[in-house]
T-cell receptor, first 113, second 111 residues
Framework: DAGVTQSPTHLIKTRGQQVTLRCSPK?????VSWYQQALGQGPQFIFQ???????QRGNFPDRFSGHQFPNYSSELNVNALLLGDSALYLC????????????FGQGTRLTVV | KNEVEQSPQNLTAQEGEFITINCSYS?????LHWLQQHPGGGIVSLFM???GKKKHGRLIATINIQEKHSSLHITASHPRDSAVYIC?????????????FGKGTHLIIQP
């Protein structure tokens, strides 16, 4: 079982550019959540996808958007990158929308210069 | 939005000591998660609990739903336990939520 996989592992982008991060959930999981973790801080909830729809969203601007595919994999898109978007982006998968255990990927380290 | 407070923020202890990390939250929840994060970012789920106590090896997690408080204990601590320990609860308290996290407790166990 491959667990949760994220790609790429590291990424450097220029301010104003757009970026797409990818997440494949653990086998059998159908719910994907995305988090942003700034250096020295705890992760912050961006949004959650289930059945290809955004089910819940944290306090992030519309520059952050996402998508879930029929195979449950997910993408996080960030437009008009700001220096402050530099962070570790974590994906977590779980089964259904109930209180179930979440499994995390290793994250994508995004640096905006 | 659920607010999560963890204490202490930093903890340095000697090998073999009993470790306690505390977590308080503001909104009633369906379950609470304890997670471990090593340098480089990978997060591992240690426990998910909704009542009482759970034990896994040298790790013990307890929760008091009425007081909105949980503790993570490590018995006979070892240098390999050095990591950031994070408490997380549902974003708005419900079962169908993403998680909101505490800032983490940076634990260092010295030989």
């Amino acid at each position: 079982d491959a667990g949760v996989t994220q790609s790429p592992t590291h990424l450097i982008k220029t301010r104003g550019q757009q970026v797409t991060l990818r997440c494949s959930p653990k086998s059998g999981h159908d719910t994907v959540s995305w988090y942003q973790q700034a250096l020295g801080q705890g992760p912050q909830f961006i949004f959650q996808y289930y059945e290809e729809e955004e089910r819940q969203r944290g306090n992030f601007p519309d520059r952050f958007s996402g998508h879930q595919f029929p195979n449950y994999s997910s993408e996080l898109n960030v437009n008009a990158l700001l220096l402050g978007d530099s962070a570790l982006y974590l994906c977590a998968s779980s089964l259904g929308l109930g209180a179930t255990e979440a499994f995390f990927g290793q994250g994508t380290r995004l640096t905006v210069v | 939005k659920n607010e999560v407070e963890q204490s202490p923020q930093n903890l340095t202890a000697q090998e073999g000591e009993f470790i306690t990390i505390n977590c308080s939250y503001s909104v009633g929840i369906s379950a609470l998660h304890w997670l471990q994060q090593h340098p480089g970012g990978g997060i591992v789920s240690l426990f998910m609990l909704s009542s009482g106590k759970k034990k896994h090896g040298r790790l013990i997690a307890t929760i008091n739903i009425q007081e909105k408080h949980s503790s993570l204990h490590i018995t006979a601590s070892h240098p390999r336990d050095s990591a950031v320990y994070i408490c997380a609860v549902p974003y708005s308290g419900g079962g169908a939520d993403g998680l909101t996290f505490g800032k983490g407790t940076h634990l260092i166990i010295q030989p």
